[in-house]
């Protein structure tokens, strides 16, 4: 590690500060994103880099002042309600900003509601990528998830009917 890397590290950041080039030798790592080459913090913390000896790289991370919180990561998947949709990019300051993908088909709208529907109607399902509000018939296109009840092996492989009855006659 270079003296310069050395003074580097317990630096304080801020959301957006500009830390490291990205290359072969520095990787973004929680704390951190990169964007253009550049590695950036993206939360308030301190600077710390971690050497990872099977890749032969450094990480770099800032890590929170505040108690750490949980946090979804990239690739888990998550249970949100989501309130406004719009195009607009975020600025660098927003501490928490997500991206969120359908992609996979059980990811999707589960409970909609019409943007012109009295309140507390549900719109339902009527394929997999529309919806429909029962009271108004206003149909808006959604990515429906294909949710799997919870009670699918139980009603496809019941367990404990005849074979249990058979066993206690015994």
């Given at each position: 590690m270079t003296t310069e890397e050395l003074q580097e590290?317990?630096?304080?950041c801020i959301p957006g500060m500009r830390l490291s080039i990205s290359d072969k030798e520095h990787t973004a790592?929680?704390?951190t994103h990169e964007l253009k080459g550049y590695i950036y913090s993206t939360l308030t913390g301190v600077l710390k880099?971690?050497?990872?000896?099977k890749l032969k790289t450094k990480i770099v991370t800032v890590e929170s002042?505040?108690?750490?919180?949980?946090?979804?990561?990239?690739?888990?998947?998550?249970t949100a309600k989501v309130t406004v949709v719009n195009s607009?990019?975020?600025?660098?300051?927003?501490?928490?900003?997500?991206?969120?993908s359908t992609a996979e088909n059980e990811l999707g709208v589960a409970i909609a509601t019409a943007e012109g529907s009295p309140q507390g109607v549900s719109m339902v399902p009527i394929s997999w990528?529309?919806?429909?509000?029962?009271?108004?018939?206003?149909?808006?296109p959604r990515k429906?998830?294909?949710?799997?009840?919870?009670?699918?092996?139980?009603?496809l492989?019941?367990?404990?009917?005849?074979?249990?009855?058979k066993g206690d006659k015994k």
């Amino acid at each position: 590690m270079t003296t310069e890397e050395l003074q580097e590290i317990g630096k304080i950041c801020i959301p957006g500060m500009r830390l490291s080039i990205s290359d072969k030798e520095h990787t973004a790592g929680p704390g951190t994103h990169e964007l253009k080459g550049y590695i950036y913090s993206t939360l308030t913390g301190v600077l710390k880099i971690l050497e990872d000896d099977k890749l032969k790289t450094k990480i770099v991370t800032v890590e929170s002042l505040r108690t750490p919180s949980i946090l979804p990561k990239a690739g888990d998947i998550v249970t949100a309600k989501v309130t406004v949709v719009n195009s607009r990019m975020l600025p660098m300051t927003e501490i928490h900003w997500y991206h969120i993908s359908t992609a996979e088909n059980e990811l999707g709208v589960a409970i909609a509601t019409a943007e012109g529907s009295p309140q507390g109607v549900s719109m339902v399902p009527i394929s997999w990528s529309e919806m429909q509000c029962p009271k108004t018939l206003v149909k808006e296109p959604r990515k429906v998830a294909r949710i799997i009840p919870e009670n699918i092996n139980k009603a496809l492989f019941p367990v404990g009917d005849k074979t249990e009855e058979k066993g206690d006659k015994k």
